[in-house]
């Protein structure tokens, strides 16, 4: 028995196409990271709540939600270097790599220098408080916050290629790493809060946003310093030539960005607005639960993303129907799961945050629905991110931002906070037929004129 275990496993490892077997390594090694660093992130949930309160948790939710904005405004060059890098290793092209990785830097730097001072200068017009309808009674100053966080958050979207270049050269499980260790560190120093200090926004925003800047500067400098040393960016590789390039393959994926934060990143903004900061936290507690099945997913997905490219260039698109039709099975055990973990969210949620925060069963059903339909809606759109075939996602990523909100705040009048869950839901599932069907088109090599850009 022993040996039929050790000649099965062995043969899992071992067996099947180069590019393969490199995605059956890589999620592996990520499951066994992201199975730690999914635990911290729970345990640091009822951690932070009990040390604040659901609405200091909530408001604080809500200003990363603004800052996340900032994320956009890499105007896709993160996502464009990652094509850009795996489609030159596909072809064994390695001389443009250095230029590539140095302007992207460079470029991120500049951007993130603007960004910050154009929000730090609009927040001097704006009375925050009143804008996140914070209680008078908590007697704190959101500005502050809102600046650490935007620090914080630039600064990360300076150092954050790293992670498009390990999943380029299909490394993404020590993307996973980089996140345990920051995570972990989080949890420790938080603990230490709550042991040494009265409760503290400013405090806990310093901790939170802090401790992963620290850990992806220092993975920057040692990766670059290590496996990646052939890699690493030089002033003198900085090119303004090749930004144009980047800047034409990142644009899209820049507009998809914003779209996507319309549909992710608004969500606790209006809930703020219409239903208090408190909300947030309610809102918030079972997406966190229901993102078990997210992560889980992500992690299968996510070395797919530059093997598709490399199919692509290679005109593999056999190996690429077949991984579809992989990932679509995979998808009916995570809706079985998720399916599994709406009937035990119950009894999660009390043992998990205990009394201090009650989820609405109503609200639950429809996370586990989304989540159902996002998982769906990944797969194609990694397959499309990989072969570049952006156009229609763009279109319809664009068209759903602009219909989000405004049905987001109809629902929620209508049904109270699952509302908002519902809008994210219909948009998705219209998002995600059009590009399952542009999928199908380019597997079988039928797609023309729109669908095929």
Not at 47 to 59: A, F, H, P
Not at 171 to 196: A, M
Not at 212 to 236: E, H
Not at 300 to 326: C, E, G, H, L, M
Request: glycine share 6%; proline share 3%; net charge positive.
């Amino acid at each position: 028995m022993v040996s039929f275990i050790k000649n099965k496993v062995q043969g899992f490892w071992n067996a099947g196409h180069e590019r393969t077997l490199k995605i059956k390594r890589n999620i592996i090694y990520t499951f066994l990271i992201k199975g730690v660093s999914v635990l911290f992130s729970f345990l640091l949930v009822p951690l932070t709540v009990r040390y604040l309160d659901s609405t200091q948790y909530g408001i604080y939710i809500t200003i990363a939600s603004l800052v996340g904005w900032v994320s956009a405004f890499d105007i896709g060059l993160s996502n464009g270097l990652r094509n850009k890098l795996a489609h030159a290793l596909a072809i064994d092209n390695r001389n443009d790599m250095v230029k590539d990785i140095s302007t992207t830097y460079a470029l991120l730097f500049l951007i993130a220098s603007i960004a910050f001072a154009v929000c730090f200068a609009l927040s001097l017009f704006f009375d925050l408080n009143a804008l996140l309808r914070v209680p008078a009674s908590l007697n704190v100053s959101i500005r502050p916050i809102l600046i650490i966080t935007l620090a914080a958050f630039c600064i990360q979207f300076v150092l954050q290629p790293i992670n498009s270049i390990l999943t380029a050269t299909h490394q993404p499980f020590k993307s996973s790493l980089i996140l345990l260790v920051g995570q972990v560190l989080t949890y420790v120093f938080t603990y230490l809060l709550t042991v040494y200090t009265d409760s503290s926004l400013y405090l806990l925003v310093l901790v939170v946003t802090g401790t992963p800047v620290w850990v992806l500067l220092l993975a920057n400098i040692y990766l670059f310093s290590t496996s990646l040393n052939g890699l690493t960016p030089k002033f003198k590789h900085i090119y303004l030539g090749q930004a144009k390039n980047l800047l034409y393959i990142g644009g899209a994926f820049f507009f998809i960005q914003i779209g996507a934060l319309v549909l992710y990143e608004t969500d606790n903004i209006v809930i703020t607005r219409l239903l208090g900061p408190q909300n947030v936290t309610t809102f918030n507690i079972p997406f966190k639960y229901f993102s078990i099945v997210t992560i889980l997913f992500t992690i299968i997905i996510t070395p797919y993303w530059s093997a598709f490219t490399d199919a692509y260039a290679r005109n593999d698109f056999a190996w690429i129907q077949n991984s579809v039709k992989k990932m679509r099975l995979l998808w009916l055990g995570f809706v079985v799961m998720a399916v599994g973990l709406y009937f035990l969210s119950g009894v999660f949620y009390k043992f998990w945050m205990k009394q201090l925060v009650t989820i609405p069963h109503a609200l639950s059903f429809a996370i586990a629905v989304y989540t159902i339909v996002q998982t769906w809606m990944v797969i194609h759109a990694y397959l499309l991110n990989g072969l570049g075939k952006l156009r229609l996602q763009l279109i319809m990523v664009l068209a759903t931002a602009i219909i989000n909100v405004p049905l987001s705040i109809v629902l929620i009048g209508q049904i109270g906070l699952p509302g908002t869950v519902w809008a994210n839901t219909i948009v998705m599932l219209v998002l995600s037929i059009v590009i399952t069907w542009q999928s199908h088109l380019i597997i079988d090599k039928k797609a023309t004129g729109i669908w095929n850009k």
